[in-house]
C-alpha cells in the first residue's frame, strides 16, 4: 500500500497495520507504543493465510496506521516467531504492554480472537517484537 511519497522513499517496501478490532482499541494501543510501553504485537497466523499478507520481516518496517487509515507510526520489527496461543510466556505478553500479568494478557487476548474468527489454545499466532522508529502524529 502507498502511504506518501516521504514515507514510501524512507521506508522502501514498507507494510502497513491497524492495531486492535476497534477505533477505542486501536488508539489505546497506538497510546502505549508512543509511551515505550508496548514493544511486541500478535495476531492469529489464519489471518495473514487468509489475507494472503506477507509476514514480518527482520529488519523491515511498518507505517502503523490509526484506526482512520491514516499514518501514525514507523516500526521496526525486531524479532518475528510462531507460538501457539498457550506457549506464549510472561515475557512476551508484557511486552505487548496491555495487561500487567500473563493471565491477563491470556484473558484478553482470548477475547480478541473469539470477536475475530475463533480462539483454540492450539491457535498459531505471529509474534512479532518491534522498536519506534518515527511517531508521526
Known amino acids: 500500500m502507498q502511504i506518501g511519497h516521504d514515507l514510501d522513499r524512507r521506508f522502501p517496501g514498507h507494510g502497513t497495520f491497524t492495531f486492535g478490532d476497534s477505533a477505542a482499541l486501536s488508539g489505546r494501543l497506538l497510546a502505549l507504543v508512543r509511551s515505550g510501553a508496548k514493544t511486541a504485537t500478535c495476531d492469529a497466523l489464519r489471518n495473514a493465510l487468509l489475507a494472503g499478507e506477507d509476514m514480518p520481516r ?80
Open 58 to 137: 527482520l529488519g523491515g518496517y511498518d507505517v502503523v496506521l490509526d484506526w482512520s487509515g491514516v499514518p501514525a507510526l514507523v516500526v521496526q520489527t525486531t524479532e518475528v516467531t510462531v507460538l501457539r496461543f498457550c506457549d506464549v510466556e510472561a515475557d512476551f505478553a508484557l511486552a505487548e504492554g496491555e495487561n500487567d500479568s500473563l493471565q491477563g494478557w491470556r484473558d484478553d487476548h482470548r477475547a480478541y480472537f473469539e470477536r475475530n474468527g475463533g480462539w483454540s489454545p492450539e491457535m498459531e499466532l505471529v509474534c512479532e517484537r518491534f522498536k519506534l522508529i518515527e511517531d508521526l502524529a
